[in-house]
């Protein structure tokens, strides 16, 4: 990002904006096994074909996921593979912290623990 004008700081914000969204994580997730249509996105989710359909029209928007008609039916598949790493990176960073403050707790229960009086 070192060096890049405002313009193109704002799109990588809008990218990132669109990994924000926890259903468009799942989305893309889902996706990471192959391409789905709307209702089989639904389905899976639990949510509705039109919330699932403004969830990839956003990620379209960003070229995240891209749309094939196959007759009456419309498919999506990953745009954009790169997008894998990423999350990749940030959920083992998520889960480097999570270890880090459950060991941070684990030390502190044990000094907070009552001491056993002598007899």
């Given at each position: ?32 096994s192959g391409e789905r249509n709307v209702g089989e996105l ?74 056993k009086k002598a007899a």
């Amino acid at each position: 990002m070192d060096g890049l004008p405002p313009e193109a700081l704002d799109q990588v914000a809008a990218y990132f904006q669109a990994l924000s969204e926890p259903t468009r994580l799942q989305i893309l997730n889902l996706l990471r096994s192959g391409e789905r249509n709307v209702g089989e996105l639904a389905q899976a989710c639990g949510y509705t074909s039109a919330n699932i359909s403004r969830h990839l029209s956003h990620l379209m928007q960003r070229g995240l996921v891209e749309r094939e008609s196959r007759g009456t039916a419309v498919y999506y598949r990953i745009a954009d593979e790169s997008v894998y790493a990423l999350c990749d990176l940030v959920c083992g960073n998520i889960a480097r912290q999570l270890e880090r403050s459950a060991a941070g707790y684990k030390a502190f229960a044990r000094r907070a623990a009552p001491r056993k009086k002598a007899a």
